[in-house]
């Protein structure tokens, strides 16, 4: 049972490029979303996605694109990383209804931004 | 909106102390309410829960109360071992809609 499985699990960018970090679960969710993890602010929601072909913002999301194409699939684009960009990023999932189950996440990607 | 107010670590402790973590949200309607914990190196993973005012959420010996007039859900454990060394994050989840609001984590070391 992998649950959610984050790609890469370490990465080091250099300002202005770009890279996807890869999102995938196993377990048929509806909900999928991006945080980011900052010391001493907690996560914070970048985007997230309801369903495939749906996404939307959350809290923070310049700097960063979705799509959801597929219900397993949820991949984060950063477009132009910038040294603010560090940080370590979870993908999360679960199902949607009436009786909230919380989230799986996934074990990280840590971020360097230099 | 909505937020979640945690107490600041961190939080030292020696093995077999009690072990309390306070949580405070702000939020309209009726929440539900987590407790997440984060090894080192790790993801988060769900503690335990609570989905409506006076239920108590319990999992490995760690237990929170729903309380709805005082808008709290304070973790409790009452003997901590090393191993509960970790980042323990509260959150909420409104009634409409699946998005979950994190409080700013409480790192907690247990010393042997």
């Known amino acids: 049972n992998a649950g959610v499985t984050q790609t890469p699990k370490f990465q080091v960018l250099k300002t202005g490029q770009s890279m996807t970090l890869q999102c995938a679960q196993d377990?048929?969710?509806?909900?999928m979303s991006w945080y980011r993890q900052d010391p001493g602010m907690g996560l914070r929601l970048i985007h997230y996605?309801?369903?495939?072909?749906?996404?939307d913002q959350g809290e923070v999301p310049n700097g960063y694109n979705v799509s959801r194409s597929t219900t397993e699939d949820f991949p984060l684009r950063l477009l132009s990383a910038a040294p603010s960009q560090t940080s370590v990023y979870f993908c999360a999932s679960s199902y949607l209804g009436p009786s909230p189950m919380g989230y799986t996440f996934g074990s990280g990607t840590r971020l360097t931004v230099v | 909106g909505n937020s979640v107010t945690q107490m600041e670590g961190p939080v030292t402790l020696s093995e077999e102390a009690f072990l309390t973590i306070n949580c405070t949200y702000t939020?309209?309607?009726?929440?539900?309410l987590f407790w997440y914990v984060q090894y080192p190196g790790e993801g988060l993973q769900l503690l335990l829960k609570a989905t409506k005012a006076d239920d108590k959420g319990s999992n490995k010996g760690f237990e929170a109360t729903y309380r709805k007039e005082t808008t709290s859900f304070h973790l409790e454990k009452g003997s901590v071992q090393v191993s509960d060394s970790a980042v323990y994050f509260c959150a909420l989840m409104k009634a409409a809609g699946n998005k979950l609001t994190f409080g700013g984590g409480t790192r907690v070391l247990v010393k042997p």
């Open positions: 939020a309209t309607g009726y929440p539900s």
């Open positions: 377990m048929n969710h509806e909900y």
């Open positions: 996605s309801v369903g495939a072909g749906i996404t």
